[in-house]
């Protein structure tokens, strides 16, 4: 299932750059949803006769997601920029290992409106966040195998 990117503010420029609003899907145009590469790179260290080490880490993401989706939810309602960062940076992570280029970036981004206190954005970039999360887990899907999908 493809899921359209809903339009919102953007902020493309560097930390400290003046705000330029653009369409998220301007940002995010040349980024691929999932970089093959990554569950390349994760196939290549699985152990012969170890536990499928790729699924454990698709499980894992997909297990988390909507959990970590709520609580950017709920600090971006309390206005609390620490708690954004801290849960963004911990998605931005966990979908970096597995190429999930969209959902980093996002992650990325929501992660800086939290360090610098500027919430005003965020509501709309998590809008666009939980669809390319639904994004995510249809290629990861595709490409490692069914898991429960984030919500």
């Not at 894992?60 to 849960?87: C, E, K, M």
């Not at 996002?106 to 360090?115: D, I, P, Y």
């Amino acid at each position: 299932m493809e899921c359209q990117l809903p339009a919102g503010p953007c902020d493309p420029e560097p930390v400290g750059a003046a705000f330029t609003p653009s369409p998220p899907s301007v940002a995010l145009e040349g980024l691929p949803v999932l970089d093959p590469r990554a569950l390349q790179e994760l196939r290549a260290v699985q152990v012969p006769g170890r536990p499928d080490l790729l699924g454990r880490v698709v499980q894992s993401f997909l297990r988390v997601t909507p959990g970590h989706l709520d609580r950017l939810q709920a600090a971006i309602a309390a206005q609390d920029g620490a708690a954004l960062t801290q849960v963004a940076h911990a998605m931005k992570s966990s979908s970096g290992t597995l190429g999930i280029a969209r959902v980093t970036w996002l992650c990325w981004k929501l992660e800086q409106l939290g360090h610098n206190g500027a919430l005003a954005d965020a509501a709309a970039r998590l809008t666009v966040l939980r669809a390319e999360c639904v994004r995510a887990a249809n290629a990861l899907t595709e490409a490692v195998g069914p898991y429960p999908a984030p919500r």
